[in-house]
């Protein structure tokens, strides 16, 4: 299969994993929140929310695994093996790290800390050491989830996960016909599911890759070494970005009160739903580029990850744009009552998500480079500049939408930087990067906008059928306009392939 072929294929099946899996923990939760009631679904989710607050830890290290097996899969699988079974003795540690500290701090949570009703503190003592054994299963699982991925195996990793959503679509009505206490028994029973499903995948990842099977005798102490530095520099720049979207409602909070806050959670909720699409084709497309990296191909990530900055973006914008036009009607439609700023802040959340989108695919191709250090030391910086400039905006009486002047400044040169930071590890040329895709498209993203927003004055329907007749105009439009103009040549031809191959499979 071609490369380009398995990255269609591959998002292909992502997607449907997403679909499958936002379906069925939908109503899992339903399930869930009525057999367990308010105070231990609260609960429990306070204890996962205790424990989370490490997870940035371990989305670095995931990074960095992914990272090094991707970039090495064209050196052998001596090679491979060696960095898996160098990812996973550090994960191991990582994982011990953890039941270590979350088990220290566990003495000081339940000791008045958490807000708990007294009676219920010794259930959740039980979920919470329970959640912590499956932090350190999950932890360690992490290499084979890399290797999955490196491999581009998306069915298996996604089959994987659709199993695992299962499982805890089973447990939600089994909570139902329990004879115990129905909060300790979901505690355990994710607990168990979690090592069930970790075990599974490593029965697989050691039948299918021999680069998987254990043999610390080839452990490399040294790649060890460099992974833990390549990982601390991206650890500080996802917490400066935890910091940066937990930073802003403080802020807000501070100037207006909660009703603001719950304004502002909204439009991050739009903005994480909306992003997850993006983020699929990311996922497919990685292991490619950091692959062609570590084979000397640079000139092919180039080419691809400017491809993917281009799709990631169009995505985006056919899903933004009737959202950010109609944003009013969609969230009363939603909501119900619409809390004061909401339409805005999911307006200019979007308009943002649509900033980042313009180079997004670049981050990557740094990664995959290696030389992260200065990259990741300058995003960092930009998410806390954020903080002084939504503060001096407020102070000086301006509304609370004001907060966005930081966050649009530091979006703009986040792109500036990641453009800068390809050329000068890769050579990638910044005129032709911006000359055939952020010159290109967002022009054509705005002229879209503006014809759309036009029509919606000119038709006077009801608002469901004007959203309707507005999205097909802006997702025709935008289809059409990025096929002659952002494409290339090349990259039409395969388009065009593609569909023939589509219609011949469908016919």
Same mark, same amino acid.
């Given at each position: ?14 997607? +449907? ?52 097996? *991707?970039?090495?899969? +064209? ?153 833990? *530095? ?34 502002? +959670? ?182 879209? +906008? ?58």
């Amino acid at each position: 299969m071609k490369n380009s072929s398995r990255i269609v294929v591959n998002t292909g099946i992502l997607y +449907g994993k997403m679909f499958l899996n936002m379906g069925i923990a939908l109503f899992s939760t339903r399930l869930i929140l009525k057999a367990l009631g308010t105070n231990d679904f609260g609960i429990f989710a306070i204890v996962g929310g205790v424990i989370g607050a490490l997870s940035f830890l371990n989305k670095a290290m995931s990074t960095a695994t992914q990272r090094f097996l *991707s970039y090495n899969q +064209g050196k052998g699988p001596e090679q491979v093996a060696r960095v898996f079974n160098t990812a996973l003795l550090l994960h191991v540690f990582i994982g011990l790290a953890f039941v270590l500290i979350l088990e220290i701090a566990g003495v000081f949570l339940f000791d008045g800390f958490l807000n708990i009703a007294e009676d219920r503190i010794p259930m959740a003592k039980f979920v919470f050491h329970c959640t912590v054994a499956s932090t350190f299963f999950t932890v360690i699982a992490v290499p084979y989830d890399a290797i999955m991925n490196a491999k581009e195996n998306m069915f298996i990793f996604s089959l994987f996960s659709v199993l695992e959503s299962i499982f805890k679509l089973v447990i939600a009505v089994l909570l139902f016909y329990t004879p115990v206490d129905r909060l300790a028994t979901y505690g355990l029973c994710m607990a168990l599911m979690t090592v069930f499903c970790r075990t599974i995948k490593r029965i697989y990842s050691r039948r299918k890759y021999k680069e998987s099977k254990l043999n610390f005798q080839i452990i490399d102490w040294s790649l060890m070494k460099e992974m833990l *530095s390549y990982s601390s520099w991206i650890t500080i720049e996802i917490v400066s970005h935890i910091a940066k979207g937990d930073g802003i409602p403080v802020i807000l909070n501070l100037f207006f009160g909660t009703v603001v806050n719950a304004s502002y +959670g909204i439009a991050t909720q739009v903005r994480h739903s909306i992003s997850l699409f993006a983020e699929m084709l990311f996922k497919a497309s990685n292991p490619q580029v950091m692959r062609n990296i570590g084979d000397g191909n640079i000139d092919k990530s180039v080419q691809l990850s400017t491809t993917v900055c281009k799709f990631s973006y169009i995505l985006m914008a056919i899903l933004s744009l009737p959202l950010i036009i109609d944003c009013e009607y969609i969230l009363r439609f939603w909501l119900g009552k619409v809390p004061e700023y909401s339409v805005i802040f999911c307006q200019l959340v979007l308009a943002t998500q649509l900033v980042i989108m313009t180079a997004r695919g670049l981050n990557f191709l740094i990664d995959g480079v290696g030389k992260i250090r200065n990259y990741r030391l300058i995003l960092s910086v930009l998410n806390i500049i954020v903080f002084p400039i939504a503060y001096i905006c407020l102070k000086v009486g301006m509304e609370p939408w004001a907060v966005f002047f930081g966050i649009v400044l530091s979006d703009i040169l986040v792109v500036v930087v990641r453009v800068y930071f390809a050329h000068k590890y890769t050579g990638m040329n910044i005129w032709h990067f911006c000359r055939s895709s952020i010159l290109r498209f967002v022009p054509l993203t705005l002229i879209v +906008g503006v014809i759309v927003h036009r029509v919606q004055e000119l038709i006077q329907v009801e608002p469901f059928l004007n959203l309707i007749i507005c999205s097909i105009i802006s997702t025709a439009l935008l289809v059409c306009g990025f096929y002659i103009f952002v494409l290339d040549s090349n990259e039409r031809k395969y388009t065009k392939e593609l569909i023939q191959k589509v219609r011949k499979k469908l016919g």
